[in-house]
């Protein structure tokens, strides 16, 4: 099956650093990625669309000055956390749809995350 | 009213139970159901998707109810390894977006 892979996987920072995460699909292309944060024991919330060669779609609440989209080819969007903080820990988990069907049957496929944490 | 609502359990039961976990979605125009495993410290993997009126799995049965916008799945025969976190996932209805369930957590125990 399709295979997502992020980097890294594991990241500690002080706070006030800005990380960026990588999100490659690795056997297919993806026009469009999904990034999500999931804090302890909560269910994965969307962030943003990530869109190859146009702006991202944030959803509301994400601020798109703190949280940093490039989608600079079709096998790879990035996150950049700018001046993190101690809130900002959490993990962090991309996807991509597999295109293999049409709109809203894609499956998507995960990445295996990214543990952030902001000392 | 959360778009997509499940029962978070825990759900403790023995090994060869037979357990059921429903959730209910909000937008009646969603369009495609997945049942997504999560286990600790890591990232969903597909377990079902459920796209007409239901499909099965070996020991796993998901269900689809448009009426009355709820999806369903039966684990039978529950083995220690079923223990995990089962999220509903909801799309469609006007794009991309997909939404998640917070999951349901699942123990099973000898």
């Known amino acids: 099956g399709a295979v997502v892979s992020q980097h890294p996987s594991w990241v500690i920072c002080k706070s006030g650093t800005s990380v960026k995460i990588e999100c490659r699909s690795l056997?297919?292309?993806?026009?469009?990625m999904f990034w999500y944060r999931q804090f302890p024991k909560q269910s994965l919330m969307l962030m943003a669309t990530?869109?190859?060669?146009?702006?991202?779609?944030?959803e509301q609440g994400v601020e798109k000055d703190k949280f940093l989209i490039n989608h600079a080819s079709l096998t790879l969007s990035t996150l950049t956390v700018t001046s993190a903080h101690p809130e900002d820990s959490s993990f962090y988990i991309c996807?991509?749809?597999?295109?293999?069907?049409?709109?809203?049957?894609?499956?998507?496929?995960f990445g295996p995350g990214t543990r952030l944490l902001v000392l | 009213r959360k778009e997509v609502e499940q029962d978070p359990g825990p759900f403790n039961v023995p090994e060869g139970a037979t357990v059921a976990f429903n959730c209910t979605y909000s937008?009646?125009?969603?369009?495609?159901f997945f049942w997504y495993r999560q286990d600790c410290r890591k990232e969903p993997k597909l377990l079902m998707s459920?796209?007409?009126s239901g499909n099965e799995d070996g020991r796993f049965t998901a269900q689809l109810n448009r009426a009355s916008q709820y999806i369903s799945l039966l684990i039978r025969d529950s083995k220690l390894s079923d223990s995990a976190t089962y999220l509903c996932?909801?799309?469609?209805?006007?794009?991309?977006?997909?939404?998640f369930g917070a999951g349901t957590r699942l123990f099973v125990k000898a």
């Open positions: 996807s991509a749809p597999d295109g293999g069907l049409a709109g809203d049957r894609q499956t998507q496929y």
């Open positions: 056997d297919f292309q993806a026009t469009t």
């Open positions: 990530s869109n190859e060669g146009s702006k991202a779609t944030y």
């Open positions: 937008n009646s125009a969603s369009q495609s």
């Open positions: 459920v796209y007409s």
């Open positions: 996932v909801v799309k469609g209805g006007g794009g991309f977006k997909t939404i």
